[in-house]
C-alpha cells in the first residue's frame, strides 16, 4: 500500500528514501520530484516539511537540489536534511563559552545559538562545568560529553535534538519469517569490540589517588582473546561517572559488531505507527538466529511507485547496545550484548 506523501509548496514526489538513526544527529530525504515547467523549481535552503499521511516524518531545508535531462526525458533530485544539520556545521555563539552545574539537557538549551530545540527522555546528572572549544558545533560539544554518560544523540521529526537514555517504546506486531519479513541480512564482525575496556580520569578538586589516578574497568565475556581499550574520560571524573563509562563502552562495542538488517512491506507496525529508530520490536527469524526483543538502531524509508513499491528496511540489535534492557528472548550468542558487567574500579 502507498503511502501519500506531501513536501508543502513541491511539486509532486516521484520516489522518496527516508533515513534516520539513533546513532546520527541529522536524517535526511533523497526525495525524486516530477519536474514542471521552465527553470528549477526548489534551491538550497528551502525550509521543507515531508509527512506520509498525517504523520510527520521530517523538517528541515533542503540541502542540494540536482535537475538533468536528455532528448526525451528530464528529472529532479532534491536532498532534505533535518533542521538539525546546523547544529552538526555550525559553531556556537555564546558570550562566555561556559555553564555551571547543569546537566546535558540544560548544557544544549543553552549552546543552542541558532534555536535549533532539545528535548530529553528524563533526569540527567548535574556537571560541574563545561566549557566550549573554540570553534566547537552544538552536537560536538555535547556529543563528547553524552559519550561518558551512555547518552545517544538523534533527531525528531520536528528537527529537534534529541537526548536519549534508552529505547523509547516497543512497536506492535512484531516482525516474523514466513509472514512479513520480505528478507533479512546479518553483519557479524570483531571490529569495535575489546576484552576490557578502561577507563582513565581525574577530577578537578582533591590530591587523592581517587582524584588523580582513577580507573574502572569492563569486561566483555564475548571477546576470546586479549583486546583492551584504554579511554581518557571525557570531563569530570567521579568513580560512578568511570563505571558507567567502561560499562557503555562494552556494551556499544557489541552493538557496533553484531547488526541484524530487516526489509518489510510498508513504513509501519501492526498498530498503524511509522517505523522509527530506538525503538524495540520482537522479531523471529530462525534463518539469521534471532527471537526475541531487539532494537532498531536505524530505519530506511522507501517509496517508489514505479518501482519496489513501499518498504521499511531495519537495522537491528541487541537492545542493550543502546541502554536498554535485556531482551531474555532465544537469540543466538553472536548478536547478544554483554549482560550484567561487573565494573571493577581501582586507583591506576
Not at 534529541?162 to 516497543?170: F, N, R
Not at 556494551?251 to 512491506?265: D, E, L, M, P, Y
Not at 541487541?318 to 543466538?332: M, Q, S
Request: net charge neutral; glycine share 12%.
Amino acid at each position: 500500500m502507498l503511502e501519500t506523501i506531501t513536501i508543502d509548496g513541491f511539486p509532486p514526489v516521484k520516489s522518496i528514501t527516508v533515513n534516520m538513526s539513533a546513532e546520527e544527529a541529522v536524517r535526511t530525504a533523497e526525495v525524486a520530484l516530477v519536474p514542471q515547467g521552465d527553470g528549477v523549481p526548489v534551491v538550497p535552503g528551502r525550509p521543507a516539511i515531508i509527512k506520509a499521511g498525517n504523520d510527520l516524518l521530517l523538517t528541515g531545508y533542503v540541502r542540494d537540489v540536482r535537475p538533468s535531462h536528455d532528448a526525451g526525458s528530464r528529472a529532479l533530485t532534491v536532498t532534505i536534511c533535518s533542521r538539525t544539520v546546523d547544529a552538526t556545521e555550525c559553531s556556537v555563539e555564546h558570550p562566555t563559552g561556559e555553564t555551571l552545574d547543569k546537566d546535558l539537557a540544560a548544557i544544549a538549551k543553552e549552546f543552542d545559538s541558532l534555536g535549533v530545540g532539545v528535548e530529553s527522555d528524563g533526569s540527567l546528572p548535574s556537571e560541574p562545568r563545561h566549557k566550549l572549544h573554540v570553534g566547537e558545533t552544538l552536537f560536538s560539544t555535547i556529543e563528547r560529553r553524552a559519550r561518558g554518560r551512555g547518552i545517544l544523540i538523534y533527531d525528531t521529526p520536528k528537527g529537534k535534538l534529541k537526548l536519549a537514555t534508552k529505547p523509547e517504546g516497543t512497536h506492535k506486531g512484531g516482525l516474523f519469517w514466513g509472514r512479513n519479513i520480505e528478507q533479512a541480512s546479518s553483519e557479524l564482525t570483531e571490529r569495535g569490540r575489546y576484552s576490557a575496556v578502561k577507563v582513565r580520569g581525574q577530577a578537578s578538586e582533591g590530591t587523592d589517588k581517587r582524584q588523580l589516578r582513577a580507573e574502572a574497568t569492563a569486561r566483555d565475556s564475548g571477546v576470546s582473546r586479549h583486546r583492551p581499550l584504554v579511554i581518557a574520560h571525557e570531563g569530570e571524573t567521579t568513580v560512578d561517572r568511570l563505571k558507567k563509562r567502561a560499562d557503555w563502552g562494552v556494551k556499544r562495542g557489541a552493538g557496533f559488531a553484531a547488526t541484524a538488517s530487516i526489509t518489510v512491506t510498508g513504513w509501519r507496525d501492526g498498530a498503524g505507527m511509522l517505523w522509527n529508530r530506538n525503538w524495540l520490536v520482537y522479531v523471529e527469524d530462525g534463518w539469521i538466529g534471532i527471537e526475541g526483543l531487539m532494537v532498531i538502531k536505524g530505519v530506511s524509508l522507501t517509496q517508489d511507485s514505479e518501482g519496489q513499491g513501499t518498504i521499511a528496511v531495519l537495522s537491528l540489535a541487541d537492545p542493550r547496545a543502546l541502554g536498554g534492557e535485556n531482551p531474555r528472548g532465544k537469540t543466538a550468542g553472536a548478536y547478544s550484548a554483554p549482560g550484567t558487567i561487573t565494573v571493577e574500579y581501582e586507583d591506576e
